[in-house]
């Protein structure tokens, strides 16, 4: 039995019951509820669904046809919803139930991302990352390296800002995920939080909370960041000296040479681009070791920097 070699699998105070199972050609599929004594963050136990197969195959045919099973039954369940009452509020229904935790096809065990909810919908992606905006707009729901979260009051950046961190510190971790750099985001957002006291992105950006023009975007970071890197470029001790850039000189030698315009918080501002060359430095070492010191440190900020500048001319409209 499937259910005897999960529990073999789990420590003795690991609770694991089937929530269904199908038996069929020497397979054996089944959903499992799994709860664990040990506590999360909150305080709570953990509790999250397994979908699994004997054979322990994701590409096992079984287990695919079961799993169409449960999207065809879970579309048909969710189908009285969405018409009565729209998209966005079913897929918070989803979001509750996965929660739950229910198995609707998701891959992890207690989230399911964007891409599923579309899939198990059967409407095109486009239309859901739109729905699940807007409910990050009205602070329902959120979505963080793909997948669907509880949405949690705290300072955060525009989704734009969001996009460049998240693709600048993809390239730094060496085998990173979409979660490992939506991580170091939500690091500095924190950061950010202790050390302003905003509690919103919205005190921080204003009108320009949760999105932000990208003609502005281009002016006030990428632009910046795009003449600091090619500045270090010619300077031999290059990755030091940037090194020293901390928010506070950036936003000293920002207000002199550089304006914000109000509402924007000059000071997030300069954290934000304190923090994206932090990235390139750890960008520019992880490459002088991986060519074991063909590249140089100039090298690889010169080519940053051409990102930025590309960047900035694509947000800029090409113009
Ligand atoms: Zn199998």
Same mark, same amino acid.
């Given at each position: 039995?499937?259910?005897? =070699?999960?529990?073999?699998?789990?420590?003795?105070?690991?609770?694991?019951?089937?929530?269904?199972?199908?038996? =069929?050609?020497? !397979?054996?599929?089944?959903?499992?509820?799994?709860?664990?004594?040990?506590?999360?963050?909150? $305080?709570?136990?953990?509790?999250?669904?397994?979908?699994?197969?004997?054979?322990?195959?994701?590409?096992?045919?079984?287990?695919?046809?079961?799993?169409?099973?449960?999207?065809?039954?879970?579309?048909?369940?969710?189908?009285?919803?969405?018409?009565?009452?729209?998209?966005?509020?079913?897929?918070?229904?989803?979001?509750?139930?996965?929660?739950?935790?229910?198995?609707?096809?998701?891959?992890?065990?207690? !989230?399911?991302?964007?891409?599923?909810?579309?899939?198990?919908?059967?409407?095109?992606?486009?239309?859901?990352?739109?729905?699940?905006?807007?409910?990050?707009?009205?602070?329902?729901?959120?979505?963080?390296?793909?997948?669907?979260?509880?949405?949690?009051?705290?300072?955060?950046?525009?989704?734009?800002?969001?996009?460049?961190? *998240?693709?600048?510190?993809?390239?730094?971790?060496?085998?990173?995920?979409?979660?490992?750099?939506?991580?170091?985001?939500? =690091?500095?957002?924190?950061?950010?939080?202790?050390?302003?006291?905003?509690?919103? $992105?919205?005190?921080?950006?204003?009108?320009?909370?949760? /999105?932000?023009?990208?003609?502005?975007? *281009?002016?006030?970071?990428?632009?910046?960041?795009?003449?600091?890197?090619?500045?270090?470029?010619?300077? *031999?001790?290059?990755?030091?000296?940037?090194?020293?850039?901390?928010?506070?000189?950036?936003?000293? /030698?920002?207000?002199?040479?550089?304006?914000?315009? *109000?509402?924007?918080?000059? /000071?997030?501002?300069?954290?934000?681009?304190?923090?994206?060359?932090?990235?390139?430095?750890?960008?520019?070492?992880?490459?002088?070791?991986?060519?074991?010191?063909?590249?140089?440190?100039?090298?690889?900020?010169?080519?940053?920097?051409?990102?930025?500048?590309?960047?900035?001319?694509?947000?800029?409209?090409?113009?």
């Amino acid at each position: 039995m499937l259910i005897e =070699k999960l529990r073999a699998a789990f420590l003795p105070s690991v609770i694991v019951t089937a929530v269904r199972e199908w038996d =069929k050609y020497d !397979h054996e599929v089944g959903i499992y509820h799994v709860v664990s004594p040990f506590s999360n963050a909150e $305080g709570a136990a953990t509790s999250h669904v397994l979908f699994t197969c004997v054979c322990n195959a994701l590409s096992c045919p079984m287990r695919i046809a079961a799993r169409y099973e449960i999207l065809t039954e879970a579309r048909a369940s969710l189908a009285p919803l969405l018409e009565s009452e729209g998209l966005e509020a079913t897929i918070l229904e989803i979001h509750r139930r996965v929660q739950s935790p229910e198995y609707l096809g998701q891959s992890r065990s207690s !989230h399911i991302s964007v891409d599923e909810v579309a899939e198990l919908l059967d409407a095109p992606l486009a239309t859901v990352f739109r729905a699940c905006d807007q409910l990050y707009v009205e602070e329902k729901l959120d979505v963080r390296g793909g997948v669907l979260r509880d949405f949690v009051r705290r300072f955060r950046l525009p989704k734009e800002m969001v996009a460049i961190m *998240a693709n600048a510190a993809e390239e730094t971790l060496d085998f990173s995920s979409d979660e490992e750099s939506a991580d170091r985001v939500t =690091k500095f957002e924190r950061k950010v939080q202790r050390e302003t006291g905003f509690i919103s $992105g919205r005190e921080a950006f204003g009108a320009h909370f949760p /999105r932000m023009e990208k003609r502005l975007l *281009a002016e006030i970071v990428c632009e910046r960041l795009a003449t600091l890197l090619l500045q270090a470029s010619i300077d *031999a001790r290059a990755i030091q000296s940037l090194r020293r850039l901390t928010a506070t000189r950036l936003l000293e /030698r920002e207000q002199r040479f550089h304006y914000v315009p *109000a509402p924007l918080s000059a /000071r997030v501002i300069a954290m934000y681009n304190a923090e994206l060359l932090e990235i390139a430095c750890d960008n520019a070492e992880i490459e002088l070791r991986r060519t074991r010191g063909v590249t140089t440190p100039q090298q690889t900020f010169r080519f940053i920097a051409q990102q930025y500048a590309e960047l900035a001319m694509q947000f800029r409209g090409g113009s």
